[in-house]
């Protein structure tokens, strides 16, 4: 039954950072910067960046309980503060779970606190830039080893960011 639920949050988790991202930079390269038909003069355009925000902060802070709980066996297991800290401080998937929460409030607080320009986007564009980057670290990419392994993690991340702009434009 985890297992399920962790798949599901993965790709809130996706779609999300893809919002952050992808949009965010849409705003910034194909629409005007000011006046008609510019994001800053689009009311969804920030409730869609502070929504694609709230949602990756969301899911990733529940994967690292969700992910505990499959490596454990069961949920009231992957709950206790000391699995709980060794998925956070000894897994790479916790960590990047860790990072994705705080950037993904982050860009959620200042698109709500900034007001809507090409400067507040391309923050935004970078701190989703940066939480698609971490999901590198959760898949095959981190996985490699020997001299072909930061390629391959190289390889993962511009995957990520491509699917991005795409998905999320």
Avoid: C
Avoid at 78 to 85: D, F, H, I, Q, R
Avoid at 99 to 116: D, H, I, N, S
């Amino acid at each position: 039954m985890l297992e399920p639920a962790v798949i599901v949050l993965r790709l809130m988790q996706y779609l999300g950072a893809m919002v952050l991202m992808g949009s965010s930079l849409f705003f910034v390269y194909a629409l005007p910067g000011v006046g008609a038909g510019s994001a800053a003069e689009t009311p969804w355009a920030r409730k869609l960046l502070a929504a694609g925000g709230a949602l990756l902060a969301v899911a990733a802070a529940l994967s690292v309980p969700g992910q505990a709980g499959v490596l454990t066996g069961s949920l009231a297991e992957g709950l206790k503060p000391e699995t709980l800290s060794a998925v956070v401080t000894g897994m790479d998937l916790g960590k990047a779970a860790i990072l994705r929460t705080v950037l993904a409030a982050l860009a959620g607080v200042l698109v709500l606190v900034l007001k809507p320009s090409r400067t507040s986007w391309t923050l935004t564009a970078a701190l989703g830039t940066l939480a698609t980057a971490s999901f590198a670290w959760m898949g095959h990419g981190a996985a490699s080893e020997g001299p072909s392994a930061p390629f391959h993690l190289v390889s993962d991340i511009l995957h990520s960011w491509a699917a991005a702009v795409w998905v999320g434009a």
